[in-house]
Structures are given as structure tokens and as C-alpha cells.
């Protein structure tokens, strides 16, 4: 059975650092797209970035391009997600997720594209 526990959320003032990190269980993980999504209170989820199996490509959503950075370590299943500059619209739910199928697109920016997801954690930026 496929588990995604993300962590490193918490509170943070306008202008710092968070870094989230997301530990897979139940395959090995080094054939698989991961994304992470966010959702803020009352809004829809969204795309915040992916990357590719091997590290080699990673797509961000432009909100976050140039102060988000995706990484993972295949060696640890584990998925990152360096927040800097943070804005207090950065404020979320931040959940990581991965698509069912191997090899897939990095490209891939729907919820429901992805079909395994963790439980999220919160980010909340005050300004």
C-alpha cells in the first residue's frame, strides 16, 4: 500500500524559509513523477511543482518559479520542497501526491492526475 507522509510545515514570518519533505512507502518510487499541491481555505487545489523520476526535469507553477525549488533522493523515497521568500499567500495546505503510472509526464498539473496523496501539511506565512 502506497503511503505519502509529507512534513517540515509550520509558521513562518513574510520573507522566510520552510522546507517541506515528503517520505513514500510501499513502492519504489524512483520510477514515478512527484508533485506537490496546495490548497488555502475556500480555494480549489493547485499545482505547485513536479519532477521527473530521475530529478533531470522539474515544472513549477509560475506563482512559485524562482523561489521554490523541488529535489528528491531516490536513495531515501523522499520528495523535498524548498520554500524561500515566502508570501502570506503562499499560506496552504501543502500535500505531496504521485500518479499511478510509471514514467509518466512531469508535465502533468491536475489533481486528478495524481492518484496517491498524503495527508498535507500546513503552511502558514504572517506578513
Known amino acids: 500500500q502506497v503511503q505519502l507522509v509529507e512534513s517540515g510545515g509550520g509558521l513562518v514570518q513574510a520573507g522566510g524559509s520552510l522546507r517541506l519533505s515528503c517520505a513514500a512507502s510501499?513502492?519504489?518510487?524512483?520510477?514515478?513523477?512527484m508533485g506537490w499541491f496546495r490548497q488555502a481555505p475556500g480555494k480549489e487545489r493547485e499545482f505547485v511543482a513536479a519532477?521527473?523520476?530521475?530529478?533531470?526535469?522539474?515544472h513549477y507553477n509560475d506563482a512559485v518559479k524562482g523561489r521554490f525549488t523541488i529535489s528528491r533522493d531516490n536513495a531515501k523515497n523522499t520528495v523535498y520542497l524548498q520554500m524561500n521568500s515566502l508570501k502570506p499567500e503562499d499560506t496552504a495546505v501543502y500535500y505531496c501526491?504521485?500518479?499511478?503510472?510509471?514514467?509518466?509526464?512531469?508535465?502533468?498539473?491536475?489533481?486528478?492526475?495524481?492518484?496517491?496523496w498524503g495527508q498535507g501539511t500546513q503552511v502558514t506565512v504572517s506578513s
Open positions: 501526491a504521485v500518479p499511478r503510472a510509471v514514467f509518466g509526464s512531469t508535465y502533468r498539473v491536475l489533481p486528478r492526475e495524481y492518484d496517491y
Open positions: 519532477i521527473r523520476w530521475d530529478g533531470t526535469i522539474t
Open positions: 510501499g513502492r519504489t518510487f524512483s520510477s514515478y513523477v
